[in-house]
T-cell receptor
Framework: KNEVEQSPQNLTAQEGEFITINCSYS?????LHWLQQHPGGGIVSLFM???GKKKHGRLIATINIQEKHSSLHITASHPRDSAVYIC???????????FGTGTSLTVIP | KAGVTQTPRYLIKTRGQQVTLSCSPI?????VSWYQQTPGQGLQFLFE???????NKGNFPGRFSGRQFSNSRSEMNVSTLELGDSALYLC???????????FGPGTRLTVL
């Protein structure tokens, strides 16, 4: 069983659509991270959350600690948002990270 | 500030050899973590170093080891390479453990 489950695995959207990516985890965590990986491999950290909600531009991340669930929303999606989005959790019993399998997003113009 | 740098960027080795990868964190960052990424297993945590001490280790065999120097630069070593070790190896630095991670570009290792 994976400690971190992401859905959907693949997502295709039209430019301008509202997008939601979900992440569920089964372990106690100190923080949850959303990462973005573009073709070519570079990874960028988008958000680090331990409670509530964070917003950066068109990106919004929420976390519900009681339900062990987080969502990443992209408003007014754009082709440059096409990337793999990865959910990662840092366990509260140490700094070991567990990763979701990623959501591959393609935004069509 | 300069970002996280990793050297080399690409490496080809043969089975049985050993390899050392290097990571220079962002200036002032004391935590360096290493990750392996493969198409089959995705991203997996290898280990984390903070102030020259290994704080956490993932579920990898003892062939995978690392160290951190007093200037926070870190090296990762893999001995007795196997075909399955072919992967993208990423390091990330942060100010503190569990803090926002800043990733390097990775070293792509191919084992023939």
């Amino acid at each position: 069983k994976n400690e971190v489950e992401q859905s959907p695995q693949n997502l295709t959207a039209q430019e301008g659509e509202f997008i939601t990516i979900n992440c569920s985890y089964s372990v106690g965590i100190s923080a949850l991270h959303w990462l973005q990986q573009h073709p070519g491999g570079g990874i960028v950290s988008l958000f680090m959350l331990s409670s509530g909600k964070k917003k950066h531009g068109r990106l919004i991340a929420t976390i519900n600690i009681q339900e062990k669930h987080s969502s990443l929303h992209i408003t007014a999606s754009h082709p440059r948002d096409s990337a793999v989005y990865i959910c990662a959790v840092a366990r509260n019993t140490g700094n070991q990270f567990y990763f979701g399998t990623g959501t591959s997003l393609t935004v069509i113009p | 500030k300069a970002g996280v740098t990793q050297t080399p960027r690409y490496l080809i080795k043969t089975r049985g050899q050993q390899v050392t990868l290097s990571c220079s964190p962002i200036s002032g960052h004391r935590s360096v973590s290493w990750y392996q990424q493969t198409p089959g297993q995705g991203l997996q945590f290898l280990f984390e170093y903070f102030s020259e001490t290994q704080r956490n280790k993932g579920n990898f065999p003892g062939r995978f080891s690392g160290r951190q120097f007093s200037n926070s630069r870190s090296e990762m070593n893999v001995s007795t390479l196997e075909l399955g070790d072919s992967a993208l190896y990423l390091c990330a630095s942060s100010l503190w453990s569990s803090d926002t991670q800043y990733f390097g570009p990775g070293t792509r290792l191919t084992v023939l």
